[in-house]
């Protein structure tokens, strides 16, 4: 009996270990293209059509950042719901994606700009996290972004009911969960959000010290999205120590200055369609400056 279960465990390691070799070598070998947008920022993506990626169509977009040149990001929240090309264009960024997760209200919010997670701007705190469970963090609370002299960090949640007052930077804002930190996997919850394919929208630091803005299209027929287990996959292979998730679904945009179709170059699927023009509505945003 302990032979059959030994032999039904390693016949399962293999087939995973042959699944993830063919996973990574299609997005190895995928038809990447590559774009400089200005100095220190290269546009990268690739659109896998015939269902090699995880068994599936794919369209990955990837904002390549070397801090090396000066170029770094910044947090925008913004008091009304607005698309993140919006946000973008008028705070003068050369490229976005948009940023961690929020509640529905289009009237203007000057005490939380909609947001249900932490922002801080300016030394200034914008929002709080918001608890469904009294300091029982939700799944994107668990990591944060910290902008510190124009250089980004990723960081991990501690037990400490209100940890993200006391990081020590000019802006912060939390979101998750946490997809990688130095260079090890997190522990993904068995649970819905996690296991789903969905659109998704991350932000990486390489071992070289590169930021990498990501997004994964989903919902249609072009491009099934991925659940988180699969986005850090993508971080992994694009050679990313930390990693974090942000806001998905509907709300995943990139936004590029100049571009066509009001800059955005990925697929937003709040319309439905996969066209560039299913913008949706958010709090916050991503900016490159």
Known sequence: MKKVTLLLVLTVCAISLK?????????AGGDWKSQIITSGVVYKYCHFTDSTLFNSNQFISVIEIDPKTGRGVSIQPSPVLKETSSIASENGAIAAVNGSFFRFNYTVDTISYNSVDYIRKNGRQYAPNTFKVPWKR?????????????????????NISEWEKYIYAGEVITSGPLLMKEGKKEKMLDASFYTTRHPRTAVAITYGGRILLITVDGRSQESAGVSLKELTKISEWLGAKDAINLDGGGSTTMYIKGMPDNGVVNHPCDNKKFDNFGERKVANAILVL
């Open 19 to 27: 699944s993830q070799n063919r996973d990574s070598s299609a997005f």
């Open 138 to 158: 939700e799944q994107h609370q668990l990591g944060a972004l910290a902008v510190l002299s124009n250089r980004l960090y990723i960081l991990k949640a501690d």
